[in-house]
């Protein structure tokens, strides 16, 4: 609903513009229409013209009706603050100033013979009240239209104080400019003459000239300002305390010129994220070595792919590892000339181990090595991926699954499938390296856990299951209180986001349909053969109202220690100078996004809201979000934890999480290509410092 709305709201301000420029330079030409008998015919016209922009203008304030009353006030506040004056005001001027007096005009040349306009009639159909409030109309559309696309969110009067100062400032100059031309039309016709074309066409682009040359200085500062620094350290930025103590004295410094709190200090005992490793000695359970190339890949359709790797194959190998386990990955870069880390989406291991590059380590760069060791404490769907340049790394292959099996053996003759879906550059959809459908005999009364992960960028991947019942056992790694059975059920993820779906193999064919038809996905029956089946209606899966309740750690009514707004849109700007429509945290791209502050220990609470138009998966590092309400209405079903909550326009989300992981954590949209445009902020926990750094002289690019 609010992506509709709001998409007719902006197409309505573009057609008010439109017509309110027509009908204001309509309305000053009256004047020239010589005899009685045109200004009546014009003046009827004029008069269509009013309910032509009415039309438009009402659409406007209709649509920011609708949202006032059907959303919260952060998807509706500038626009009830800014949008509906600048339209509403301008409108009424035209029904209440121009309307009446083109009325009387029509009348008044209806009364007399046709002949040439005398110096009363042409000063009043040249009138500012009467031609002003068509042009004030077109104003009004442009400045709405700006902070359409430039929202001033979070919302301030500052923000918004120079473009309505500008409008006033303009209206202001074009009521006295019809004036003194309505008075000389009185006097004399001589005086006014309607200037041919080219002369007014070199007017405008006057005009226009000296807009470009006023506005270029302010153009090319912001451009300037924009660029990202040489050198940044992660463990600085705008701070954004949530409502908890600012820690006294200084250490930390803000790295912006406009921060929003005061700097956050190192208290007393600082600690390195390089001290925050996993266990450093013992013999590890699980060794793994991956090694970072670039290879030419094969998909099952013969499809070839120029890859970047890891152990030569895409996605990378899967690393399976029981709970519990000390494991120990070596890293290798063999020819990746942008540089390598591992990064283990979903699993919370420690700072040191998170792989981010310019925030835990440095790039592994080619003929490097570098050792990761954790204990996998948590069971569940993970995957892993490079944190350096990782819009490319993950597009281009260098990513894998991760599964954490629980402690207890699993059922002896358990199919367990790990379903990576990907889309690969010139060769499409995939799961894992197979763009076609693949085939699997699995006997009647098996056991099956299909392990979700939508590698992807852009893609809300679609997957549907048809042939039986089954449950989701977990989102995001953690499993699920109580799932209940599901039937014609059609899961959604998008970028970094798992579902772990289980059920039991009936004697017929199930096929795990990805995406529409039957192009893509697995198709298993007792032997393997069969037809495959087509798709039912379906409806989506609704987490927040799925299995029982169980006990949480804390929930919606506990007292937080902080609480965070994370408001996602987007708006025209810069980033890194270039100019272009970016997707906005705090109304800010990255370095300029603010970073949460916590203390160990603290209970967080963050409402993260979707003013956008497109989806934004956003993804904590190092911790378990607990969903505690969608769109205000709180989860009733099973606990659901995640780490990678798939935000749509128009939704709000309240999730909260325990601060029991110290380090610099990064906290960003996993459709990777908005993160590399900026749309990445980070948690930080107080006192954690890092020796390491990003930016154009480092050799470390983490998005
Ligand atoms: Cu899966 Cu910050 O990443
Ligand atoms: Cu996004």
Same mark, same amino acid.
């Given at each position: 609903?609010?992506?509709?709305?709001?998409?007719?709201?902006?197409?309505?301000?573009?057609?008010?513009?439109?017509?309110?420029?027509?009908?204001?330079?309509?309305?000053?030409?009256?004047?020239?229409?010589?005899?009685?008998?045109?200004?009546?015919?014009?003046?009827?016209?004029?008069?269509?013209?009013?309910?032509?922009?009415?039309?438009? !203008?009402?659409?406007? %304030? #209709?649509?920011?009706? $609708?949202? @006032?009353?059907?959303?919260? +006030?952060? /998807?509706?506040?500038?626009?009830?603050?800014?949008?509906?004056?600048?339209?509403?005001?301008?409108?009424?001027?035209?029904?209440?100033?121009?309307?009446?007096?083109?009325?009387?005009?029509?009348?008044?040349?209806?009364?007399?013979?046709?002949?040439?306009?005398?110096?009363?009639?042409?000063?009043?159909?040249?009138?500012?009240?009467?031609?002003?409030?068509?042009?004030?109309?077109?104003?009004?559309?442009?400045?709405?239209?700006?902070?359409?696309?430039?929202?001033?969110?979070?919302?301030?009067?500052?923000?918004?104080?120079?473009?309505?100062?500008?409008?006033?400032?303009?209206?202001?100059?074009?009521?006295?400019?019809?004036?003194?031309?309505?008075?000389?039309?009185?006097?004399?016709?001589?005086?006014?003459?309607?200037?041919?074309?080219?002369?007014? !066409?070199?007017?405008? %682009? #006057?005009?226009?000239? $000296?807009? @470009?040359?006023?506005?270029? +200085?302010? /153009?090319?500062?912001?451009?300037?300002?924009?660029?990202?620094?040489?050198?940044?350290?992660?463990?600085?930025?705008?701070?954004?305390?949530?409502?908890?103590?600012?820690?006294?004295?200084?250490?930390?410094?803000?790295?912006?010129?406009?921060?929003?709190?005061?700097?956050?200090?190192?208290?007393?005992?600082?600690?390195?994220?390089?001290?925050?490793?996993?266990?450093?000695?013992?013999?590890?359970?699980?060794?793994?070595?991956?090694?970072?190339?670039?290879?030419?890949?094969?998909?099952?359709?013969?499809?070839?792919?120029?890859?970047?790797?890891?152990?030569?194959?895409?996605?990378?190998?899967?690393?399976?590892?029981?709970?519990?386990?000390?494991?120990?990955?070596?890293?290798?870069?063999?020819?990746?000339?942008?540089?390598?880390?591992?990064?283990?989406?979903?699993?919370? %291991?420690?700072?040191?181990?998170?792989?981010?590059?310019?925030?835990?380590?440095?790039?592994?760069?080619?003929?490097?090595?570098?050792?990761?060791?954790?204990?996998?404490?948590?069971?569940?769907?993970?995957?892993?991926?490079?944190?350096?340049?990782?819009?490319?790394?993950?597009?281009?292959?260098?990513?894998?699954?991760?599964?954490?099996?629980?402690?207890?053996?699993?059922?002896?003759?358990?199919?367990?499938?790990?379903?990576?879906?990907?889309?690969?550059?010139?060769?499409?959809?995939?799961?894992?390296?197979?763009?076609?459908?693949?085939?699997?005999?699995?006997?009647?009364?098996?056991?099956?856990?299909?392990?979700?992960?939508?590698?992807?960028?852009?893609?809300?991947?679609?997957?549907?299951?048809?042939?039986?019942?089954?449950?989701?056992?977990?989102?995001?790694?953690?499993?699920?209180?109580?799932?209940?059975?599901?039937?014609?059920?059609?899961?959604?993820?998008?970028?970094?986001?798992?579902?772990?779906?289980?059920?039991?193999?009936?004697?017929?064919?199930?096929?795990?349909?990805?995406?529409?038809?039957?192009?893509?996905?697995?198709?298993?029956?007792?032997?393997?053969?069969?037809?495959?089946?087509?798709?039912?209606?379906?409806?989506?899966?609704?987490?927040?109202?799925?299995?029982?309740?169980?006990?949480?750690?804390?929930?919606?009514?506990?007292?937080?220690?902080?609480?965070?707004?994370?408001?996602?849109?987007?708006?025209?700007?810069?980033?890194?100078?270039?100019?272009?429509?970016?997707?906005?945290?705090?109304?800010?791209?990255?370095?300029?996004?603010?970073?949460?502050?916590?203390?160990?220990?603290?209970?967080?609470?963050?409402?993260?809201?979707?003013?956008?138009?497109?989806?934004?998966?956003?993804?904590?590092?190092?911790?378990?979000?607990?969903?505690?309400?969608?769109?205000?209405?709180?989860?009733?079903?099973?606990?659901?934890?995640?780490?990678?909550?798939?935000?749509?326009?128009?939704?709000?989300?309240?999730?909260?999480?325990?601060?029991?992981?110290?380090?610099?954590?990064?906290?960003?949209?996993?459709?990777?290509?908005?993160?590399?445009?900026?749309?990445?902020?980070?948690?930080?926990?107080?006192?954690?410092?890092?020796?390491?750094?990003?930016?154009?002289?480092?050799?470390?690019?983490?998005?």
């Amino acid at each position: 609903m609010y992506g509709i709305v709001v998409s007719i709201e902006l197409a309505s301000v573009l057609m008010l513009l439109v017509l309110s420029l027509i009908a204001g330079s309509k309305a000053s030409k009256l004047v020239f229409h010589g005899s009685n008998d045109r200004l009546r015919i014009r003046s009827r016209k004029l008069l269509w013209w009013a309910v032509y922009v009415s039309v438009a !203008a009402c659409a406007v %304030v #209709g649509c920011v009706a $609708i949202l @006032a009353v059907r959303m919260g +006030p952060i /998807f509706w506040i500038d626009r009830v603050a800014l949008h509906i004056p600048l339209v509403g005001v301008p409108v009424l001027f035209v029904w209440f100033s121009s309307v009446p007096k083109l009325i009387n005009l029509y009348k008044d040349t209806k009364k007399e013979a046709d002949g040439p306009v005398d110096g009363t009639l042409r000063s009043r159909a040249s009138h500012a009240s009467l031609v002003a409030p068509f042009q004030l109309l077109a104003l009004g559309a442009l400045t709405t239209f700006y902070f359409v696309l430039v929202p001033p969110i979070p919302f301030e009067w500052l923000d918004a104080a120079i473009p309505v100062s500008l409008f006033a400032l303009l209206s202001v100059a074009l009521w006295t400019m019809h004036r003194r031309r309505s008075e000389r039309a009185g006097r004399s016709d001589a005086a006014l003459k309607l200037r041919s074309w080219p002369i007014r !066409a070199l007017r405008n %682009v #006057g005009v226009l000239v $000296i807009a @470009a040359a006023v506005a270029a +200085p302010f /153009f090319v500062s912001a451009m300037n300002a924009s660029r990202l620094p040489a050198e940044l350290d992660m463990g600085t930025g705008v701070a954004d305390y949530g409502g908890g103590a600012a820690p006294a004295g200084g250490g930390q410094h803000d790295h912006t010129a406009h921060a929003a709190g005061k700097p956050a200090s190192t208290s007393a005992s600082t600690v390195s994220v390089t001290q925050l490793t996993g266990p450093r000695t013992g013999k590890p359970d699980r060794q793994y070595t991956l090694t970072a190339e670039k290879k030419t890949v094969r998909l099952s359709s013969g499809k070839e792919v120029d890859a970047w790797t890891y152990n030569g194959q895409i996605p990378g190998p899967e690393l399976r590892m029981k709970e519990g386990e000390l494991v120990e990955v070596t890293l290798i870069n063999k020819d990746i000339d942008d540089g390598v880390t591992i990064h283990w989406h979903g699993l919370d %291991v420690p700072n040191a181990e998170d792989g981010v590059a310019g925030a835990t380590q440095n790039a592994v760069m080619p003929g490097e090595t570098y050792t990761y060791r954790f204990l996998a404490e948590q069971v569940g769907t993970f995957w892993y991926h490079s944190h350096q340049h990782s819009k490319e790394a993950v597009q281009k292959g260098l990513f894998g699954a991760l599964v954490v099996e629980p402690r207890q053996p699993q059922a002896k003759d358990l199919k367990d499938i790990t379903v990576i879906t990907h889309v690969w550059r010139g060769a499409g959809f995939a799961i894992g390296s197979s763009d076609t459908v693949e085939r699997m005999s699995i006997a009647a009364g098996t056991p099956v856990r299909i392990r979700l992960i939508n590698t992807d960028d852009w893609v809300r991947q679609t997957y549907t299951l048809i042939g039986t019942e089954f449950q989701v056992a977990a989102i995001d790694g953690t499993d699920l209180n109580k799932p209940g059975t599901l039937q014609n059920t059609r899961l959604e993820l998008l970028t970094g986001g798992r579902y772990d779906v289980t059920f039991t193999m009936p004697d017929g064919p199930v096929f795990l349909s990805v995406g529409e038809g039957k192009k893509l996905g697995l198709f298993m029956s007792p032997d393997g053969s069969g037809d495959i089946p087509s798709s039912p209606p379906t409806v989506p899966f609704e987490p927040e109202h799925y299995g029982s309740p169980a006990p949480t750690p804390f929930d919606a009514d506990s007292r937080f220690d902080r609480e965070f707004t994370m408001i996602l849109d987007n708006k025209l700007g810069f980033y890194n100078g270039v100019f272009s429509s970016y997707d906005t945290i705090n109304g800010a791209v990255f370095p300029n996004t603010p970073m949460f502050v916590v203390k160990e220990g603290d209970l967080v609470k963050t409402t993260i809201v979707n003013r956008g138009s497109v989806d934004h998966p956003m993804h904590l590092h190092g911790h378990h979000m607990l969903v505690l309400s969608r769109n205000e209405e709180r989860v009733s079903g099973s606990p659901w934890w995640s780490d990678t909550l798939d935000v749509a326009p128009g939704e709000t989300y309240e999730v909260a999480f325990r601060a029991d992981n110290p380090g610099i954590w990064m906290d960003h949209c996993h459709n990777l290509q908005h993160a590399a445009a900026g749309m990445t902020m980070h948690l930080m926990y107080e006192g954690v410092t890092t020796p390491f750094m990003i930016g154009s002289a480092t050799s470390n690019h983490p998005e």
